[in-house]
């Protein structure tokens, strides 16, 4: 299935074999102390720039109605972003991942981000539609 928005997302989620918990992170954009001059007119374009983690959180699928319901509860946060990346954890025996289960595989994820790799995740954006990078 192509994910090229996040109701797809929601909607693969859903009908997986095993429940899963959706992992999320969010990243604003900000321009490096050491950029070049190249770096920082491109970054005034709207492009380039380092991925900056800020906050995250995991949702069973059936917690998400929409992707407007998680920016909503994003906004309690009082955290501007502009990307957030997801990720999914399967579970077992027809049990989904508990938070607790989710903790230590999200915190992989947050790191992940800072190092500049985020292939293995889905990014949208704040319009709930996958973007790439490159």
């Known amino acids: 299935m192509t994910i090229s928005n996040f109701d797809d997302l929601l909607q693969a989620a859903r009908t997986q074999a095993q429940p899963q918990r959706l992992l999320f992170v969010f990243v604003g954009v900000e321009l490096p102390d050491d950029s070049t001059p190249e770096e920082s007119e491109r970054f005034r374009e709207g492009q ?9 959180v995991d949702k069973r699928p059936d917690e998400l109605t929409s992707f407007e319901q998680l920016v909503q509860e994003s906004r309690q946060f009082g955290q501007q972003w502009g990307i ?12 989904a991942p508990t938070s607790e289960a989710a903790e230590a595989p999200l915190q992989r994820m947050v790191e992940a981000i800072k190092r500049g790799d985020h292939g293995a995740f889905i990014p949208f954006d704040k319009n709930g539609q996958s973007v790439q990078f490159g």
Do not use: E, H, Y
């Open 48 to 56: 380039g720039g380092a991925l900056v983690p800020l906050m995250c």
């Open 84 to 95: 957030v990346f997801a990720a999914a954890l399967s579970g077992q025996s027809n049990q």
